[in-house]
């Protein structure tokens, strides 16, 4: 459109937008000035320019929050994964904490105040800042090895089975971490810790030496992963139950008899492990062997075996019950019934139940049950007559 106007014109035009190019930067410029001007005429007013800046880190710390929860969250949820969610929840307290004592560090310097106390509030300032960041560090690295351990893939190096390993780990590294950095606000010098730390070292290995057994122990129990969280497991010295939680120390185990035992880890490394829940899948076989006379008829045996098990709800009906004629016994032919069952728990339940269920179906088919006996014939001794 401005093609077909006149050259006049046209320059006209240009001259216009460059009156207002420098009008508006000379608006800009008298604005910054106002505001640097009402800035120095408020220094000269300590507490109102105090409240002033105190009043303006809440609101940054506000806009921050409302930024990251309000706009950033939104374009998260948009998202597959629910990862970034959490991530964004979990830094929302310590950026809105972070701009909030930030422009309280500046306000708090504006104040004539004694060293002591100044020294003392910049302290706690900032060591609620690191403990603020750390709790939001642990969360989020809690949520990654899980999300990590959840993507399916067996050549991670991040599994279910190794999760309490970096669980722990994290934890740890995430404290001491935060120790260091709450010294250092308060202007602590931690060379001198470091440099005794070697000593110390020794000094505890000597003097704890089964904790560090169950620390070690712990850390190889975690990474060879013999079991895990909810297995079955049993224990040479008669301990069976299932795993409530593998600790750095200790591990702990629930039995049938809904107690709670601690076993340290140590004791556990140097053990034989017998995990019931190990495996393809939580199923376990169980074996019943029953003897039965010569008399009996084998095939009638191997069926009312075989419906017993199928009639009972707690047997598995895949795999299939199955008989076996095992061998000829001193006082009987020997029969093994196997079966599965779903759950390691239910083993001696299932057994009573299968067991007196074979004894009534027993007697109920005319099936003799054999039992050892002796039979002892005493021969009189016959005199010699003449």
Same mark, same amino acid.
């Given at each position: /459109?401005?093609?077909?106007?006149?050259?006049?014109?046209?320059?006209?035009?240009?001259?216009?937008?460059?009156?207002?190019?420098?009008?508006?930067?000379?608006?800009?410029?008298?604005? /910054?000035?106002?505001?640097?001007?009402?800035?120095?005429?408020?220094?000269?007013?300590?507490?109102?320019?105090?409240?002033?800046?105190?009043?303006?880190?809440?609101?940054?710390?506000?806009?921050?929050?409302?930024? &990251?929860?309000?706009?950033?969250?939104?374009?998260?949820?948009?998202?597959?994964?629910?990862?970034?969610? %959490?991530?964004?929840?979990?830094?929302?307290?310590?950026?809105?904490?972070?701009?909030?004592?930030?422009?309280?560090?500046?306000?708090?310097?504006?104040?004539?105040?004694?060293?002591?106390?100044?020294?003392?509030?910049?302290?706690?300032?900032?060591?609620?800042?690191?403990?603020?960041?750390?709790?939001?560090?642990?969360?989020?690295?809690?949520?990654?090895?899980?999300?990590?351990?959840?993507?399916?893939?067996?050549?991670?190096?991040? #599994?279910?089975?190794?999760?309490?390993?970096?669980?722990?780990?994290?934890? =740890?590294?995430?404290?001491?971490?935060?120790?260091?950095?709450?010294?250092?606000?308060?202007?602590?010098?931690?060379?001198?810790?470091?440099?005794?730390?070697?000593? &110390?070292?020794?000094?505890?290995?000597?003097?704890?030496?089964?904790?560090?057994?169950?620390?070690?122990?712990?850390?190889?129990? /975690?990474?060879?992963?013999?079991?895990?969280?909810?297995?079955?497991?049993?224990?040479?010295?008669?301990?069976?139950?299932?795993?409530?939680?593998?600790?750095?120390?200790?591990?702990?185990?629930?039995?049938?008899?809904?107690?709670?035992?601690?076993?340290?880890?140590?004791?556990?490394?140097?053990?034989?492990?017998?995990?019931?829940?190990?495996?393809?899948?939580?199923?376990?076989?169980?074996?019943?062997?029953?003897?039965?006379?010569?008399?009996?008829?084998?095939? !009638?045996?191997?069926?009312?075996?075989?419906?017993?098990?199928?009639?009972?709800?707690?047997?598995?009906?895949?795999?299939?019950?199955?008989?076996?004629?095992? !061998?000829?016994?001193?006082?009987?032919?020997?029969? #093994? &019934?196997?079966?599965?069952?779903?759950?390691?728990? /239910?083993?001696?339940?299932?057994?009573?139940?299968?067991?007196?269920? =074979?004894?009534? %179906?027993?007697?109920?088919?005319?099936?003799?049950? *054999?039992?050892?006996?002796?039979? =002892? #014939?005493?021969? #009189? %001794?016959?005199? *010699?007559?003449?």
């Amino acid at each position: /459109m401005r093609e077909g106007l006149p050259k006049a014109e046209k320059l006209f035009l240009k001259e216009k937008s460059f009156f207002v190019y420098l009008n508006s930067r000379y608006v800009i410029i008298s604005g /910054m000035e106002y505001i640097i001007d009402f800035i120095n005429i408020l220094k000269e007013y300590t507490s109102i320019y105090f409240i002033v800046l105190v009043l303006i880190s809440a609101f940054s710390a506000k806009v921050a929050d409302w930024i &990251l929860s309000g706009i950033i969250l939104r374009f998260a949820k948009q998202t597959k994964t629910s990862f970034d969610d %959490k991530l964004v929840d979990a830094l929302h307290k310590p950026i809105y904490y972070s701009v909030f004592f930030l422009g309280l560090f500046f306000s708090v310097n504006t104040v004539s105040l004694p060293d002591s106390f100044l020294y003392l509030l910049l302290g706690l300032f900032k060591s609620i800042t690191v403990i603020v960041w750390s709790i939001a560090v642990s969360k989020i690295f809690v949520e990654l090895i899980r999300w990590s351990s959840k993507a399916g893939d067996t050549k991670r190096f991040i #599994q279910k089975r190794t999760m309490p390993l970096f669980d722990n780990i994290g934890k =740890i590294a995430i404290f001491g971490g935060a120790v260091y950095f709450i010294l250092l606000s308060w202007n602590v010098d931690v060379t001198g810790w470091v440099a005794s730390a070697g000593i &110390l070292s020794v000094v505890i290995g000597f003097a704890a030496k089964d904790t560090l057994s169950n620390l070690f122990a712990g850390i190889f129990i /975690m990474a060879d992963a013999p079991y895990k969280e909810g297995d079955y497991i049993n224990l040479d010295a008669g301990e069976r139950g299932y795993v409530r939680s593998i600790g750095i120390r200790s591990t702990r185990i629930m039995t049938r008899d809904d107690i709670e035992i601690t076993i340290p880890n140590s004791v556990i490394a140097n053990s034989k492990i017998v995990n019931e829940s190990g495996g393809p899948h939580e199923k376990e076989r169980v074996r019943i062997t029953i003897s039965v006379s010569y008399e009996s008829d084998i095939e !009638q045996v191997k069926r009312v075996l075989r419906d017993v098990a199928i009639a009972s709800p707690n047997v598995c009906k895949d795999p299939e019950p199955r008989v076996r004629f095992r !061998q000829f016994a001193d006082y009987g032919l020997t029969f #093994q &019934l196997l079966l599965w069952i779903e759950r390691p728990e /239910m083993r001696g339940r299932v057994i009573d139940e299968i067991n007196s269920s =074979i004894f009534y %179906k027993f007697r109920d088919e005319n099936i003799e049950i *054999p039992y050892p006996h002796h039979v =002892i #014939q005493m021969s #009189q %001794k016959i005199e *010699p007559t003449n």
